[in-house]
């Protein structure tokens, strides 16, 4: 079933949801899909358990991809990686190994609602489709709407702005959910990793002030190690680092607290490419990208098995 | 065309305000036109020396580009056919199918 469905393409949210349930009912070995909430609009948020099932409780690695509306290359990564773990189960040892250790929480599409919206309306679409009392203006950035130094630095009260940060931390039924699950999991959850674009980039905290995190040794070394797997692929340099040094400081993301939850390891990667087609990248560049972000999770989830306590 | 051709003559360019004068300029400017960025992510967020990437709507580029000169900001275009890349984004089948 992973030969029917094409990964180099990118498909509108109905695709993306009858395939998260076609696999399901047809992987159901390695995999499990479960909603954690509804969207704004009522659509369900889908999240697959990627995994060898174990009776014990296993560690987990959460990624999430699309919170950015717009930003399509992440739910094809998404995607992509679902497909690539469950076809590689038997003939990679390494992919294996970490199927049985740990599960993968797969959120494909984050933002559902704004998802649909930039596929069939607004092709740059960023925020979420919750509506504004005051305002005829529509939605929330749902990086910007955690409870993390909500509405700091590069974050507006506006509800017009492209950056708005919500009427209050957790106003977005989307954040909630997944606040909600990491907070029920994050005994489980070792690992965060959310994927936007552009800008050829692995982040980790701090993205709201200039401080190093106390654990900054190991989190440094898996981005290291992660970039340069990425780089040995195709010769595509990413950047890493903390946010706040490479961007600039802004409010609490995603990244950010769920590492001040507890998350010891929290990453954003700002997948293809740095500006030549931003978020138009062509459909063409799908397999490459994804490719290359797939070893680097990969050596990322390694590093922190085997070397991060 | 995809989404009915309303890219159509719209760009995307990008800049780097190397000045707090530039940067104050672009404010001001955005005071006035609500430009889409596509980084950073927002007005708040451009400082000297940070890569700044515009959507130009066709409306706005002649006002957008002579703001620019009269700033000293230096710009290059990204993106001069906004509708063209989106439509090149997909193959022709996907597109078919959307």
Same mark, same amino acid.
């Given at each position: ?35 954690? !909430?509804?969207?704004? %609009?009522?659509? @369900? ?9 174990? /009776? +014990?409780? #296993? ?106 940060? !919500?009427?209050?931390? %957790?106003?977005? @039924? ?9 907070? /029920? +999991?994050? #005994? ?122 | ?17 190397k000045t707090e004068?530039?940067?104050d300029a672009l ?57 063209g890349l989106i ?12």
């Open positions: 079933s992973t030969h029917l469905y094409s990964y180099e393409v990118y498909h509108s949210l109905e695709e993306i949801q009858s395939w998260m349930h076609h696999m399901n009912r047809s992987h159901s070995q390695l995999l499990y899909l479960f909603s954690i !909430g509804k969207s704004f %609009e009522e659509r @369900p948020l889908f999240v697959l358990q990627l995994g060898k099932r174990s /009776k +014990h409780l #296993k560690k987990a690695v959460w990624i999430d991809c699309g919170i950015h509306a717009r930003e399509w290359i992440g739910p094809a990564f998404c995607q992509w990686f679902v497909k690539e773990a469950l076809q590689t189960y038997h003939s990679d040892p390494s992919m294996r190994r970490l199927l049985k250790q740990l599960y993968f929480y797969i959120m494909p599409v984050f933002n559902v609602d704004g998802y649909h919206y930039s596929w069939t309306t607004d092709r740059f679409w960023r925020k979420t489709r919750s509506n504004s009392t005051n305002f005829n203006c529509h939605g929330v950035d749902a990086n910007r709407n955690w409870k993390v130094k909500w509405s700091g630095e590069g974050a507006s009260l506006h509800p017009c702005a492209d950056t708005y940060c !919500g009427p209050v931390p %957790e106003s977005e @039924p989307e954040v909630k959910a997944v606040a909600r699950f990491l907070h /029920k +999991h994050k #005994k489980q959850i070792k690992a965060y990793i959310s994927f936007h674009a552009y800008s050829q980039m692995l982040l980790y905290p701090y993205s709201y002030k200039d401080a190093i995190i106390p654990n900054f040794k190991c989190v440094e070394s898996a981005a290291f190690k992660a970039v340069n797997a990425l780089y040995s692929v195709y010769g595509i340099k990413y950047k890493h680092g903390p946010a706040s040094s490479i961007l600039y400081v802004t409010s609490g993301s995603s990244m950010d607290w769920a590492y001040k939850h507890g998350i010891p390891y929290a990453f954003a990667f700002e997948l293809r490419d740095t500006g030549y087609y931003g978020f138009l990248l062509p459909e063409s560049l799908i397999k490459p990208t994804c490719t290359e972000t797939t070893l680097a999770v990969k050596n990322i989830t390694n590093h922190i098995l085997k070397k991060c306590p | 065309l995809l989404y009915n051709n309303r890219y159509d003559g719209d760009q995307v360019i990008r800049l780097l305000p004068q530039q940067v404010k001001s400017f955005h005071e006035l036109v609500k430009v889409d960025f596509w980084q950073p992510s927002s007005i708040l967020s451009v400082k000297p020396g940070v890569l700044v990437d515009i959507h130009v709507p066709r409306n706005w580029s002649e006002k957008i580009f002579q703001s620019l000169l009269q700033a000293g900001i230096d710009f290059k275009i990204l993106v001069p056919d906004l509708q439509e090149m984004q997909s193959g022709s089948r996907a597109r078919i199918r959307r």
